[in-house]
């Protein structure tokens, strides 16, 4: 009441309102200049400081003086300069204090920093009530002293707090209003302490003098002066950091990546990629604390990069990495910490590919060669001591035809099929893995020798679901190989190895399409490795040798040629059946350079002969399907000097078959160089009377084993004549091999073949052509 009482009866009003807008722009321009000081970097905090106590000191005074003159006690009144003069300071001193205290990065330093500032206000109150002079009783009331002291501790502590508050309407709005209020409550409770008893009341007490409304005037006028200066330095700075920011806005705006400029924890500008990568609108990360949306800021270091998360609104977090700069911003140097933030999906999308196809089949995504190798070696680990398991070397058969006939798209379409019935086969503790090609291999624990082959049944029926595709039902069988740890080896290579040795039995067996792995297949692995290495030394070492066999005419009795035969002979004096190292050679690839070896030597010795006989070479369907085979006839008949029409080359119809199209092409280009061509060995095989009109062969030799089964019943004897009757309606020359009995060939004559050859006329050797002459061998035919 006696505040009320003394704000409505004893001050002029219009003065009264003059110091309300004093305190009012005053506490507004202290308030900005407080958030300046805080925000500030150390060595720009001391311009502020100076600004903010004058500022902040100039509205104290200035509110406390106006204040005063528009006071009116019934009494003359004065005041003591020094005393006024000294309250300014103490105002000024006080205001300066309260900022740098608040301006601290501690805990509770705003409020602290408050609470000086209403202790300055409180201390600049009474040391102005100090210079009040009246000649008048002067009483004052302790209660109100210690209220207006402690409104104006707490006012001050919560001015200074709420302007740390990064909410605009309580930094911007309600810290001004507090201060407004703290200086307000101090003053007129101050006021309402005192108490005025006039000694002797003057003509003019309680009137505003004209002198007192100039003094009025003068220090509203000084106070608006220094909170004019502080304003328009507040104006300035402002305009430099706006434009100092409008450029650095351009600037993160122009990157891909996310940007963010952070002051104090918090953002001050964010670019559109940020707010994308944090799933909010544009502006809305402004203002808020960096932590909302990076996940360990704490652990973000200048110069470093380093990765993080970002809390996205809209999902999941988005995986980034962060690389942070710090920079001094505006003129005050205000420190800012810049942040790039770039997205990590993509790249970790792409590594989780690489990874993935780095130890997974790109087009079945089992696991690959690396996986299998590394799940192997764990498996061994974990079958230490007790522990066993099957390893399961897996082909596919009849693959490579569903390859040829539909086209690789349906085969791999078939393979990916085969690939997830296998892992649909599987049971816990099962691995399957993709070698290659058609290639595959599993992993069973196992607790006895017939729970691998179990499993191997089981995955072999999965492998055979059908695959409807091109309008048919395509299906692929396989052949299962089994090896087990430990019984079938002490090391995983050696695993390995023994379980495509199974596998190779069982695709090579007639009844059985799973087979263990036993200790003799090693020695057959070996003894193929023994003969491996001694055909290459055969062929470094000139150690082959050509027999010749006698080929002559069923009707004259004359020597028609001789048929080239490899043979082998051994140190001791043996020799290897060809039937042992040919298809040997022809899986290593040494049939091409053994053939061209029998090719030469063959030509030469023929061109050295007696009589020009012809000279009759086989040749392997992997020579035939080399497509330098014409212009190597052509070289070796240059360099032997042997009359093209004297070679005969022998094929199969077997070598035709796989791409009649390149091999016709292949033999046309030999029958140009002179050449004749033969069918070998007619009669088995495919025996397709489309191969004899897809090429005009110069004879055909009918395989030996109709000879043989020719006193076996009717059924050979006419096959021969079908084939005799074939050659003669086709003019191609008929050849019958293997002819050992003067009974076969009196059936031969009888029904009209051509040539003869086996051992009836003479057993291939090396003296052959020379024992040979044509009255021995018309005699042999007679």
Excluded at 547 to 565: C, K, M, N, R
Excluded at 575 to 588: D, G, H, K, Q
């Amino acid at each position: 009441m006696r505040v009320l009482t003394c704000l409505t009866q004893e001050h002029n009003l219009l003065l009264v309102a003059l110091a309300a807008v004093i305190c009012v722009v005053g506490s507004v321009v202290l308030n900005r200049l407080f958030d300046k000081t805080r925000v500030s970097s150390l060595r720009a905090r001391l311009p502020w400081l100076f600004l903010g106590a004058m500022a902040g000191g100039a509205t104290i005074w200035c509110t406390h003086f106006v204040a005063m003159l528009a006071y009116q006690p019934q009494a003359e009144v004065s005041y003591a300069p020094v005393l006024t003069g000294l309250s300014l300071v103490v105002a000024m001193t006080g205001c300066g204090l309260a900022l740098a205290i608040g301006a601290m990065k501690r805990p509770h330093a705003a409020a602290a920093g408050g609470a000086v500032f209403g202790l300055a206000v409180t201390g600049m109150h009474y040391a102005g009530m100090a210079a009040f002079v009246t000649d008048a009783l002067v009483i004052w009331s302790p209660a109100y002293v210690v209220a207006s002291v402690v409104a104006a501790v707490v006012g001050g502590a919560a001015a200074f707090h709420t302007a740390t508050d990064e909410r605009p309407y309580r930094k911007m709005l309600l810290a001004p209003a507090l201060l407004v209020l703290t200086i307000v409550a101090l003053h007129f409770t101050g006021m309402g302490a005192l108490t005025i008893m006039p000694l002797a009341p003057g003509a003019d007490a309680g009137s505003l003098s004209d002198a007192d409304g100039l003094l009025a005037a003068g220090v509203a006028a000084v106070g608006f002066l220094i909170l004019g200066t502080a304003v328009a330095s507040y104006a300035l700075e402002e305009q430099t950091e706006r434009l100092s920011r409008d450029r650095l806005t351009a600037l993160i705006e122009g990157s891909v990546d996310g940007m963010a400029v952070v002051a104090d924890g918090r953002v001050r500008l964010a670019n559109h990629a940020f707010t994308e990568l944090c799933g909010v609108q544009e502006g809305q990360t402004v203002g808020t604390a960096i932590e909302d949306w990076i996940e360990d800021v704490a652990s973000l270091q200048p110069g470093l990069l380093m990765q993080s998360r970002v809390k996205a609104r809209d999902g999941a977090p988005v995986p980034v990495e962060i690389a942070v700069r710090e920079e001094a911003m505006g003129a005050e140097g205000r420190p800012v910490q810049i942040l790039a933030v770039r997205d990590l999906r993509s790249r970790l999308a792409q590594e989780r590919r690489i990874a993935h196809l780095a130890r997974n089949d790109s087009l079945t995504g089992l696991p690959n060669r690396t996986s299998f190798l590394e799940k192997l070696e764990r498996s061994v680990a974990a079958a230490a001591g007790d522990g066993a398991f099957a390893l399961l070397a897996i082909d596919l058969n009849r693959f490579k035809e569903v390859n040829d006939l539909y086209g690789h798209a349906v085969g791999d379409r078939l393979l990916v099929h085969v690939a997830d019935n296998l892992k649909a086969g599987l049971r816990e503790g099962e691995f399957v893995a993709r070698l290659g090609g058609d290639e595959f291999v599993a992993l069973i624990p196992i607790r006895e020798r017939m729970d691998a082959h179990a499993a191997a049944e089981r995955l072999r029926v999965a492998i055979m679901t059908p695959l409807e595709a091109e309008h048919a039902e395509l299906q692929c069988g396989a052949s299962v190989g089994i090896a087990l740890w430990p019984d079938d080896a002490s090391e995983t290579s050696t695993l390995i190895n023994n379980a495509d040795l199974a596998m190779y039995r069982a695709k090579s067996s007639l009844t059985t399409d799973v087979c263990f792995y036993e200790g003799t297949m090693d020695e057959a692995v070996r003894q193929r490795r023994r003969i491996t290495l001694g055909l290459r030394d055969a062929l470094e070492n000139n150690r082959f040798e050509l027999h010749y066999q006698l080929q002559a005419s069923v009707e004259t009795g004359d020597v028609t040629g001789f048929e080239a035969l490899l043979r082998w002979k051994q140190p001791d004096g043996s020799y290897i059946s060809p039937a042992e190292f040919i298809p040997l050679a022809e899986e290593t690839g040494l049939i091409l350079p053994i053939g061209e070896w029998v090719l030469r030597r063959a030509c030469s010795e023929a061109a050295s002969w007696d009589e020009p006989h012809r000279i009759a070479v086989n040749l392997s369907p992997v020579q035939l399907s080399h497509v330098d085979l014409p212009r190597l006839v052509h070289q070796i008949l240059i360099e032997t000097g042997l009359a093209p029409h004297r070679l005969e080359l022998e094929i199969t119809e077997t070598a035709m078959i796989s791409d009649m199209e390149r091999t016709t092409h292949i033999l046309r280009q030999l029958k140009l160089l002179g050449v004749s061509v033969a069918m070998d060995d007619f009669g088995t095989g495919y025996s397709s009377l489309s191969t004899l009109r897809a090429f005009p062969f110069d004879k055909i030799k009918l395989d030996r084993t109709f000879m043989s089964e020719l006193d076996g019943g009717p059924q050979s004897k006419a096959i021969i004549r079908a084939v005799l009757a074939l050659g003669e309606s086709l003019d191609i020359p008929i050849l019958a091999e293997g002819v050992e009995t003067q009974e076969q060939l009196v059936f031969l004559r009888e029904q009209g073949c051509d040539e003869v050859q086996g051992y009836l006329l003479g057993r291939p050797s090396r003296e052959a052509v020379a024992q040979t002459s044509g009255a021995e061998a018309d005699s042999k035919v007679a």
